[in-house]
């Protein structure tokens, strides 16, 4: 009675609270979130000051970032727009970062110590070109001043304000400046480029009013290629378009003389096409040729001299002023395992300031760039730290022959997540490494306990906190009852893989696939998917699950692809093949073989399939199957929707039994003048779907058309498909459609006037959510369709179900002809969105939720019955028990449910939900440069005790109750024994 | 959901007549986002999550992104004419979208309003509609709410039957209760003192 009275009372009144959140302190128990900047592509320290050393980054991603020196964390850092590309970084006065960004035309000062933007500039120019940043302690009008060469005109801006002090444009059509160099000291400036090609031009400016001082101007007999490298301040060494002949130009004091040496003159062997590498070590510059880097030094007038030949393995850093007068540049070699990092002075090439073996990861590939700094020792020698950006995007530290710490930067760039379970716990194999005994376990509780009674003192506290977040049972390297524990299988743009526990986000191992590596034969190697090839259960336990790694050798579709076979468990890759053919859709197949391997149907571009693996036992499969294989593809530029099956066998020259023939079954052709296709969406091939019957209001039944090949697609006018606002609502159109991917048949079509795109949808069990912008009220809307299956509406008829003739139990098939019905309704939604999901349990029993990814890169969890067509203003009583919402023009937000409560996963690109084996729970990775992971459930974990369920008050409860049964029966003895006496 | 608390924050977006040296058609759109120092911080005992500087400004749905300046001004230079729609991205605050119409005829002319309740913008000033919390508030520690958790229902029901059914008993008729307790005893219904260890004693 006492345990059924409480059972009732404990779920009387878990759900009281309909709210799913998150208090503040339970922040980090189920969630991790880690922040990333991607691959360095510019480096500036800031060592100069006492107290924290910096140094200020900017990325590919277009993130501008300051790092700890000392442990790598990040101070501060922001993300600019996908068009707002970083062109240069500086720091100014010691206490402004600096960045030119957009082709040169932005210019903005942020603050060293907390990134507050001070300023921002828009620079504009006559036309388009490079852009040059160069920062000056030239002081004009008492302020210290930037220069900045960008579309075709030459701004000094002030450092204070962003003030533009004076400009001058160079207007001339043919002119292509390469350098904008200020001699150290002095007042004027030298902009050097050159005009048609074959013209060197010089103009030398007043750094102080941006008067023209002098032009020269020098024609040439060979054209020039690209680059110059600047050797002094009034030098610099260009290669004419064979890149055959050196030329190095000196124009001291505005007279310009050039002596030509052919390259072949300075190495003995045939060199082949060179070219000039960026550096700015005085002295001495640096061409690549198909062999080799070869380093040349210019000794007085004209005298050059090769001082080292390397391999292409080989880094160099910009020069790094150390003292007067004095340069230093950093060089880094691979030799095996290790690197070798060489500190030289830039004067003499024979000695080495600093000469470091480091042992390196394999994983990390090659060094792609570095970045030096130097620090005063004790002794007042100098001392330097490089900052290496490796193959896979990391980022080093490497001081006195150790690596200081390094980042994992690959992250930032995920394109593909997969899944993958954990080892089963073997008995008699400790996995965790502190195992709690009952002690501990019970002072944890009482510890808890007394948080609940607000008894603890602030040491309890943080010992209480300590223990929730670091407890040894979420990062257990094992398999767990609830299905908590997993592996995230990531893959980065840098062809590299690495595998995360949802536990803690810890990087279980990494490994840089060899099949995504550069080569003679895959010149630029791209990674496509992930896909689960081998998940073993039942009869083949003792293998490894496994990972497919799909890749193509270049950026179009009839590239050659690769394949890469990774075991989930320890990242070795065991196999590794390149194509003959090429990629164009992966199909993982329901069917696998005898050691769990899945088939997979690779299609390539001229509508071949391939069957892997290849296996006899996988053809057999295979052919008992061959019939029921449809697949489609989606043609965005034509807008053309094709439905295939298999034919034959290949009918090439060569005989390859897994290749196929396949035959175009329908096809969907859009009129390219009005539609566009612009968006598909399809379920997710693991759904699970409890119950296709959902009952309504007043005993009523409707069925869910519940189809795997129902494709969503959503096409726009031609002319509204660019940004928002460039067309007006009567030229602009949405159009979605739903269609059987088998048959071709288009199920449902709908027209939403006047709204354009960026469409974002998603589709689960038979109803489908996606995200438009209505132009007509200027705002985003969110529409939902829901699909009904009409022919099974007259199942309800008891007589039918009595006399057997019913079609409840005939399979659902793409051949029959369904009748479908379908619902739909609209609503406005506030934000634009970035990416959208749904909730996925493991039986699909728990109800659904969105997970919407916002432009303020937050996560946002939407009931689903806000987005139910059957709202209306006013529910029936019926209506509203069955948990109708009235409806409301706009879909609320709720800031509770922010699945990422008050963090950013910033930059987001894409939200993974993965199903837990407890049916309340999915598990949810958010990954754009950040990354985040939650354990989320959509109607509370009703199917478990939360995390904060006190034992030690149940048992302190139970310990009370059994002492007050004692403590009464006590009295009431007493009692009788004095009523007898009376 | 707490209560809103009275918004502090002020966004006050102007349109400075902007003109571009550039391309013809390109306008500048300047605005500005104020916060008051002090307010809205520490009233409800946590620290404000976002802070200035990781205000974001987007411009269509991310299309230009662009940041604050220490007094709160942006602009977005280089913007076709047309209708744009610009949003606010600040951890804790809940901003409306603006709907802004550049003209193209009368240059520099810009037109704002909210989105979220089309409310015009005349002077181009814009308030966030409210504050975010994000996190549930815990309840403060009371009697109550450990009374009412289910191990203090149960201890609560149990002390109840305890003390205040002897006050029942007491309360009646002393005939009524003897006849009671035969009636029980006929009937042999196990007492609470017969069905522990040694009850069967008397």
């Known amino acids: ?982 | 959901m707490a209560a809103v608390t009275p918004l502090l924050l002020l966004l006050l977006l102007s349109s400075a007549p902007s003109f571009s040296s550039g391309s013809r058609n390109a306008y500048n759109i300047n605005g500005r986002v104020k916060i008051p120092q002090g307010l809205g911080l520490g009233t409800k005992g946590y620290a404000l999550p976002g802070r200035m500087s990781n205000v974001k400004v987007l411009l269509n749905g991310g299309q230009n992104i662009t940041f604050l300046r220490p007094d709160g001004y942006f602009s977005f230079h280089n913007i076709p004419a047309g209708t744009h729609l610009i949003e606010v991205s600040a951890i804790g605050y809940f901003f409306s979208p603006v709907r802004v119409d550049v003209s193209a005829r009368t240059p520099g002319k810009v037109q704002a309003a909210l989105t979220e309740n089309r409310k015009g913008l005349s002077e181009l000033v814009l308030e966030p509609l409210r504050e975010e919390q994000y996190y549930e508030i815990r309840e403060p520690f009371s009697i109550m709410s450990l009374l009412k958790s289910p191990m203090g229902l149960m201890v609560g029901f149990m002390l109840a039957v305890a003390f205040l059914m002897p006050k029942l008993v007491e309360n009646m008729d002393l005939e009524e209760m003897r006849r009671a307790q035969e009636e029980m005893r006929s009937q042999g219904v196990p007492s609470l003192s017969s069905l522990l260890p040694g009850g069967a004693m008397n």
């Open chain 1, 1 to 982: 009675m006492a345990i059924m009275s409480f059972i009732f009372v404990f779920f009387f009144f878990s759900s009281l609270q309909p709210i799913l959140s998150l208090y503040e302190d339970q922040v980090g128990l189920m969630d991790w979130h880690q922040q990333y900047i991607g691959k360095v592509k510019q480096a500036v320290f800031h060592t100069h000051k006492t107290g924290r050393k910096r140094v200020v980054a900017s990325t590919e991603q277009n993130i501008i970032a300051t790092l700890d020196l000392r442990s790598g964390e990040i101070f501060w850092r922001h993300v600019l727009g996908p068009n707002d590309v970083v062109d240069g970084i500086d720091i100014a006065l010691g206490k402004y970062v600096i960045t030119l960004s957009s082709g040169g035309s932005i210019l903005r000062a942020w603050n060293l110590p907390d990134g507050q933007m001070v300023w921002e500039s828009s620079l504009h120019g006559p036309k388009h070109s490079k852009s040059l940043l160069l920062t000056t302690n030239l002081i004009i009008e008492k302020d210290n001043s930037l220069i900045v060469f960008s579309n075709g005109r030459l701004n000094a801006v002030s450092c204070i304000d962003g003030e533009v002090l004076w400009k001058k444009d160079f207007e001339e059509e043919s002119l292509e400046v390469q350098q904008v160099i200020q001699p150290p000291g002095s007042d004027f400036i030298y902009v050097v480029g050159f005009a048609a090609s074959s013209q060197f031009e010089t103009y030398k400016i007043n750094a102080k009013n941006g008067e023209l001082l002098k032009h020269e101007s020098t024609a040439f007999s060979d054209r020039f290629s690209g680059e110059v490298s600047l050797v002094s301040s009034e030098t610099v060494a260009a290669l004419d378009s064979t890149g055959s002949i050196l030329l190095t130009i000196s124009f001291h004091n505005g007279k310009i003389s050039s002596q030509q040496i052919p390259v072949s003159n300075l190495l003995e062997d045939s060199p082949g096409l060179a070219v000039i590498i960026h550096s700015s070590v005085t002295g001495i510059f640096a061409i690549k040729t198909d062999a080799a880097t070869i380093f040349i030094r210019v000794i007085g007038e004209g005298k050059l001299e090769v001082v080292e030949k390397t391999n292409h393995e080989t880094v160099v850093s910009d020069a790094l002023t150390i003292s007067e007068g004095q340069q230093a540049f950093a060089l880094v070699q691979h030799a095996g395992s290790n690197i070798h990092l060489t500190v030289k002075p830039a004067h003499d090439w024979d000695s080495n300031l600093l000469k470091e073996s480091i042992k390196m990861d394999q994983q990390r590939g090659f060094v792609h760039k570095v970045f030096i700094n130097n620090y005063i020792r004790t002794d007042r020698s100098h001392g330097f730290r490089a900052l290496i950006v490796m193959e896979d995007h990391s980022l080093l530290l490497l001081q006195q022959g150790a690596i200081v710490w390094s980042r994992e930067d690959g992250l930032a760039s995920i394109i593909d997540v997969t899944t993958s379970e954990l080892p089963v716990e073997k008995a008699g194999v400790s996995v965790a490494k502190v195992e709690l005994n009952l002690f501990e376990w019970l002072k944890g509780h009482v510890l808890k306990l007394k948080g609940t009674l607000m008894l603890a003192t602030p040491e309890d506290i943080a010992a209480i906190q300590y223990m929730r977040l670091k407890s040894s049972e979420k990062s257990k390297m094992t398999r767990d009852h609830n299905g908590f524990r997993k592996l995230l299988i990531a893959l980065t743009r840098a062809g590299k893989l690495f595998a995360l526990h949802t536990g803690d986000g810890r990087i279980v191992w990494s490994h840089l696939l060899q099949s995504l590596h550069k080569s003679e034969s895959c010149r630029q190697p791209i990674g496509l998917n992930l896909h689960q090839w081998q998940v073993p259960h039942h009869h083949a336990l003792d293998e490894n699950p496994s990972v497919l790694v799909v890749g193509r050798c270049g950026p179009s579709s009839d590239a050659l692809g690769v394949l890469s076979l990774v075991d989930s468990y320890t990242g070795k890759e065991f196999s590794s093949l390149r194509l003959v053919h090429s990629v164009a859709q992966v199909i993982p197949l329901p069917y696998t073989d005898s050691t769990e391997q899945r088939l997979h149907l690779l299609i390539d571009a001229d509508k071949h399939a391939h069957l892997y693996p290849k296996t006899p036992e996988a053809i057999d499969i295979f052919q008992s199957e061959f019939a029921n294989v449809y697949w489609y593809s989606v043609d965005d530029d034509n807008g053309i929707i094709k439905g295939y099956a298999l034919k034959t066998k290949c009918s090439g020259n060569v005989a390859d039994e897994f290749c196929f023939d396949s035959r175009e079954l329908w096809s969907i052709v859009l009129p390219s003048e009005s539609e566009k296709i612009i968006t598909t969406a399809t379920r997710k091939l693991n759904e699970a779907v409890h119950t296709q019957a959902k009952l309504i209001a007043d005993q009523d039944v409707m069925y869910k058309y519940i189809s795997s090949n129902l494709l969503f697609v959503a096409t726009v006018a031609p002319k509204a498909s660019g940004e928002i606002g460039s067309v007006t609502p009567e030229e602009s159109w949405l159009v979605v459609y739903l269609i059987d991917t088998v048959t071709g048949r288009v199920l449902h079509r709908m027209t939403h006037h006047g709204s354009q795109g960026p469409v974002q949808a998603v589709l689960s069990e038979n109803w489908v959510v996606y995200h438009y912008f209505n132009l007509r009220a200027h705002r985003y809307e969110m529409s939902v369709i829901e699909i009904y299956d009409q022919s099974r509406a007259d199942n309800k008829d008891v007589w039918k179900l009595v006399v057997g003739n019913h079609n409840l139990t005939s399979p659902v098939s793409s051949y029959s002809r369904a009748e479908v019905i379908t619902k739909s309704q609209s609503y406005f939604f506030t934000h634009s969105l970035k990416a959208i999901a749904v909730t996925l349990t493991v039986k699909g029993i728990t109800s659904k939720q969105l997970l919407i990814g916002t432009i303020g890169d937050q996560v946002l969890a939407l009931d689903k019955r806000f987005l139910d067509p059957r709202r209306s203003v006013n529910p029936t009583q019926a209506e509203r028990e069955e948990g109708i919402i009235p409806l409301t023009d706009s879909l609320p937000i709720i800031p509770q449910s922010y699945i990422t409560h008050s963090l950013r996963v910033e930059g987001l690109q894409s939200i993974i939900t993965v199903a837990a084996k407890l049916e309340s729970t999915t598990l949810v990775f958010a990954h754009g440069l950040d990354l985040f992971f939650t354990h989320y459930a959509p109607s509370r974990t009703y199917d478990s005790l939360t995390e904060d369920f006190s034992y030690a008050l149940l048992l302190i409860t139970i310990v009370a109750l059994v002492a007050a049964i004692f403590v009464t029966w006590i009295l009431s003895q007493r009692k009788e024994l004095q009523d007898r006496w009376r």
